[in-house]
T-cell receptor, first 111, second 116 residues
């Protein structure tokens, strides 16, 4: 069993729909990143969270440390949200903290 | 703008040659940088942890003599793929964080390596 399980692997939505991507992990962590990877390969860290909920624009990330589960939500999805979203739990707290990666969720938002 | 600069973005080389990839933190110091490899349709795989002023820590299965890492300053780490083979063709990407617990994580834009 992978240390990080993401679902769904692929997701197609119509513009405006509410999107949820789930992540379960099996190891103890200090925090969890949600990453966005665009077709060109560049990666952006959307959130780093260790408890509760964070919101940035139309994006919301939640985490339940006890249940080892995190979700990424996108409200009012837009075609420009089309990308691969990767859940990445982190162990350690310093700059040397290591990430483990989920397989990613390919999101396609159609106009 | 980018806070981690990775260069080159694309490189094509012949089998047997070596390729150097640079990763620079532009406005913060990073005692640690990470190098990842990503094959098509797969997730990122950590190759090694680059530590300023000391030897890199390699993940199991990654050959340290083939993937040379040098972290000579607090803002620069380099990955050299030595004696490249076609199976080394991949997307290589680096990441770095500042030294505070709350420091955000930044990724380079990646390097697409093709070995012919």
């Amino acid at each position: 069993k992978n240390e990080v399980e993401q679902s769904p692997q692929n997701l197609t939505a119509q513009e405006g729909e509410f999107i949820t991507i789930n992540c379960s992990y099996s190891v103890g962590i200090s925090a969890l990143h949600w990453l966005q990877q665009h077709p060109g390969g560049g990666i952006v860290s959307l959130f780093m969270l260790s408890s509760g909920k964070k919101k940035h624009g139309r994006l919301i990330a939640t985490i339940n440390i006890q249940e080892k589960h995190s979700s990424l939500h996108i409200t009012a999805s837009h075609p420009r949200d089309s990308a691969v979203y990767i859940c990445a739990p982190m162990r350690g707290r310093t700059s040397g903290s290591r990430l483990t990666f989920g397989e990613g969720t390919q999101l396609t938002v159609n106009p | 703008g980018a806070v981690v600069s990775q260069h080159p973005s694309r490189v094509i080389c012949k089998s047997g040659t070596s390729v150097k990839i640079e990763c620079r933190s532009l406005d913060f110091q990073a005692t640690t940088m990470f190098w990842y490899r990503q094959f098509p349709k797969q997730s990122l795989m950590l190759m090694a942890t680059s530590n300023e002023g000391s030897k890199a820590t390699y993940e199991q299965g990654v050959e340290k003599d083939k993937f040379l890492i040098n972290h000579a300053s607090l803002t620069l780490s380099t990955l050299t793929v030595t004696s490249a083979h076609p199976e080394d063709s991949s997307f290589y990407i680096c990441s770095a964080r500042g030294n505070l617990d709350s420091s955000p994580l930044h990724f380079g834009n990646g390097t697409r390596l093709t070995v012919t």
